[in-house]
């Protein structure tokens, strides 16, 4: 298992620094200089030949590009990620923030939609053809269809302005977290809870449920193995769920006005500010590699057979 291990990490830290190339490099694809952006978010009336120079050289555009992403990537590192183009401030200082207070809402969410999900699959596919499981398929159906923003709007009208219940923004307190993880756990439970209940009617379906009845073997501890089995295939799904509603929570943050990473990169793309962007865009790669290899890791732990495969 050790092994194993070591292996998925070494897999791991290639690809991230070839997403971190990538990075930098589409942004310094953009047809926009970087130094007049710096300039005009600085009031600077008359942009001259010499002021461009001038802030190229102090931004280190001056030097070959090559040596300029080492620089970039060595002080990533170290979690210096530079100096916000608009405010000057040092970027990690503004995103630092920004990705805890998203990344507790993400956590938040991600706990109620593994509960949901499992909770909806064990119980439609128990019940499979029958009123419940119907009605569970497609009621949900009809929610992940809609738009998060649509829904996160007419949640805000109903229990926030009507009822006058939650607050519609911010995250002064507990309250704060209860619509935005209503909407994103209505938006994504939908979906996971199809495939544990896909899971749980393959298993169904296997001889050793059938040799555990013949042995008079209680439903629940059927059940039991069903779901420990049926889980197994969920790992990988549920561990990509954290980065992927990481990086998703743009529109809903927006909505509530969460003071997040996702609010912090809109402001930064209509402002242009570079630095920022390429913070966003490495750390929610980052996250995307390290939650696979986790995810990886722990199928290796549960089916040995995986282990044989790297």
């Known amino acids: 298992m050790g092994s194993y291990i070591i292996k998925r990490i070494i897999i791991s830290v290639p690809l991230l620094f070839i997403i971190s190339f990538l990075t930098f490099v589409l942004i ?7 130094n007049e952006v710096v300039l005009q978010a600085q009031g600077v009336p008359q942009i001259t030949d010499e002021l461009l120079e001038q802030t190229k050289e102090e931004l280190g555009m001056n030097k070959p ?25 040092p970027v990690w200082s503004l995103v630092g923030p920004a990705f805890l207070n998203t990344l507790k809402l993400t956590l938040v ?22 009123l419940i499981d119907k009605s569970v398929r497609g009621i949900s159906f009809f929610l992940t269809s809609m738009p998060s923003y649509w829904l996160a709007s007419i949640i805000i009208w109903y229990v926030s302005v009507k009822l006058d219940l939650l607050p519609t923004s911010g995250m002064d307190s507990y309250k704060s977290y209860v619509l935005p993880v209503v909407v994103i756990t209505i938006s994504y439970a939908g979906i996971y809870f199809r495939n544990i209940r896909t899971s749980m009617l393959n298993n169904l379906n296997q001889d050793y449920v059938l040799y555990g009845r013949a042995s008079g073997l209680s439903e629940i501890k059927i059940t039991r193995h069903i779901l ?47 630095p920022i962007i390429q913070a966003y865009v490495l750390i929610i790669a980052a996250f995307f590699v390290l939650f696979n290899t986790i995810s990886d890791i722990i199928n290796a732990a549960m089916n040995p057979k995986v282990r044989n495969d790297l």
């Open 228 to 274: 420990r089995n049926s889980l197994q295939v969920a790992v990988s799904i549920f561990g990509m769920a954290i980065p992927i509603i990481l990086s998703s929570t743009v529109v809903i943050e927006n909505v509530f006005a969460w003071p997040g990473l996702g609010s912090l990169s809109v402001n930064a793309i209509l402002s242009r500010d570079f």
């Open 65 to 89: 590009f090559i040596l300029r992403y080492f620089a970039w990537f060595i002080a990533t590192l170290q979690f210096d990620f530079g100096n916000s183009y608009i405010n000057g401030k």
């Open 109 to 130: 969410s991600s706990v109620v939609i593994i509960f949901m999900s499992i909770l909806l699959g064990v119980i439609c596919a128990l019940k499979e053809g029958k």
């Open 28 to 34: 310094n694809l953009s047809p926009l200089d970087p």
